[in-house]
């Protein structure tokens, strides 16, 4: 196992490229099952998350390469393979992707339950009402959903939760309705960018969706969908991050292809505790952080609001800022595994809830923490970033999931920042 080492307090400076969306790239990969002929995808990034969803599509009988430019190329060779084992989809939720492309292009589905995780309960009631409305036939059998259809049928889905829409929930629907038969209507469906991004790819595959990005996407299925070439987009969650990284040391960083218009929530944030935000006239987002920041409340929301894969990070900055936060966490109530960890290093945190209570302090000090989730590292290495002294950032496996060489690109800025074996 391996562990970051940081030394903190040195603002970061100059300027940093995002990577590819980890949490378009994964629905992406599993829309390629849905086409006759091959897909070629750029940007994809070099993830461990990226490298599950390959083994699980090569399971599943596709061919996948990357070319020596690092463009992936995918084909489906094998179609009569529809298992996603339990070994895969516990280690990746994102593996649920493959239940929809494989219902709606195989006929039929073996797909694991993924269960909860770090991060709380995470049910797919929704993904499976919405396949059920398009005519599958599903069952639960032995902890894995066996779905069958013969070709699936238009109809109108609602995809409404108890926390708003599902972005997986979405996708998995979504992809299935476009080989479907006659024409769907995804009500209430999942705005995020991620989702959009699938919707293009789909269209560039030969699909027939309306409304992407706005919560009622109109699908008219198509008999085939085809081989293209397309290109991820940058990973906002990534952008934010450095983002805060820039701001927790007093820096001054150009997140060079940061999207503006895909982080308005947390471009806003940043403004309002004092942090000055500003696009830049050669594109991206370019962040400069005073000294001290003030206080604010945040709540986390399905997109257009504040992500909740934001919602450690945002923890971190705020546990530095002058006076009383508060963070509420509606996505996920359970999402704060960062926070004694945080503790530990010297932050004034009370949970109470779905929430927590944050008292800002003038330091942290460095600490051996835990991680214990992709978001919670992230923060835990933010707090690192400003804390006094070293600390040692444990488990990084789960860093190395969904951020792509995140310390090369903080020592590229300046920071202290080195991988060690434990
Ligand atoms: N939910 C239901 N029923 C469902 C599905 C979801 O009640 O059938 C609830 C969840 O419990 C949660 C809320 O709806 O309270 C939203 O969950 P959603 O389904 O949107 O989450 P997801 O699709 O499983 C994706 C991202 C997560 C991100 C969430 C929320 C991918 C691969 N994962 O998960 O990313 O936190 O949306 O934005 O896209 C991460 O990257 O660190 C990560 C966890």
Do not use: W
Request: aromatic share 4%.
């Amino acid at each position: 196992m391996e562990k970051l080492v940081i030394e903190g307090g040195k603002p970061l400076e100059g300027e940093v490229t995002v990577s590819g969306a980890k949490n378009s790239a994964l629905p992406i990969l599993a829309a390629t099952l849905l086409a006759e002929g091959e897909c070629r995808i750029d940007n994809v990034p070099d993830l461990v998350d990226i490298n599950t969803m390959i083994d699980l599509l090569r399971m599943l009988g596709a061919e996948a390469e990357r070319t020596p430019a690092g463009t992936l190329v995918l084909r489906s060779a094998d179609s009569s393979l529809v298992t996603a084992p339990y070994d895969l989809v516990s280690k990746m939720r994102a593996s649920i992707c493959v239940l929809g492309p494989l219902i709606a292009r195989r006929g039929k589905a073996r797909v694991s339950m993924p269960g909860g995780c770090a991060i709380g309960v995470r049910p797919i009631d929704l993904h499976l009402k919405g396949l059920k409305a398009l005519g599958a036939d599903i069952k639960l059998d032995k902890g894995y959903v066996t779905a069958s259809a013969d070709r699936l049928r238009g109809a109108e889905v609602y995809l409404g939760g108890p926390a708003g829409s599902s972005v997986t929930g979405t996708a998995n629907v979504l992809m299935a309705a476009a080989l479907a038969e006659g024409d769907t209507v995804i009500e209430n469906a999942a705005c995020e960018p991620e989702v959009a991004d699938l919707a293009n790819f789909l269209n560039a595959m030969g699909a027939r969706i309306e409304g992407i990005g706005s919560p009622r996407l109109a699908v008219r299925g198509v008999e085939t969908l085809k081989g293209c070439s397309y290109s991820v987009i940058p990973d906002r969650i990534e952008a934010g991050t450095l983002m805060a990284a820039a701001a927790i040391t007093n820096g001054d960083v150009l997140v060079s292809n940061a999207v503006p218009e895909h982080l308005g929530a947390v471009i806003f944030k940043m403004r309002e505790i004092g942090i000055d935000v500003e696009r830049d006239p050669r594109g991206g987002l370019r962040v400069k952080a005073p000294t001290r920041f003030s206080a604010s409340d945040v709540t986390t929301l399905p997109y257009p609001g504040f992500p909740t894969d934001m919602q450690a990070q945002m923890t971190s900055l705020l546990s530095l800022a002058e006076g009383i936060s508060l963070v509420s966490d509606k996505i996920y109530p359970d999402r704060f595994m960062h926070v004694p960890e945080m503790i530990r290093m010297g932050a004034e945190i009370r949970k109470d809830g779905g929430s927590v209570i944050i008292k800002g302090v003038q330091f942290l000090t460095g600490a051996e923490v835990m991680a214990s989730d992709l978001r919670a590292s992230a923060g835990l290495v933010l707090a690192g970033l400003i804390a006094r002294g070293e600390t040692e950032v444990h488990r990084i496996y789960h860093m190395d999931r969904g951020y792509e060489k995140l310390e090369v690109k903080l020592e590229r800025l300046g920071a202290r920042v080195r991988r060690a074996e434990e």
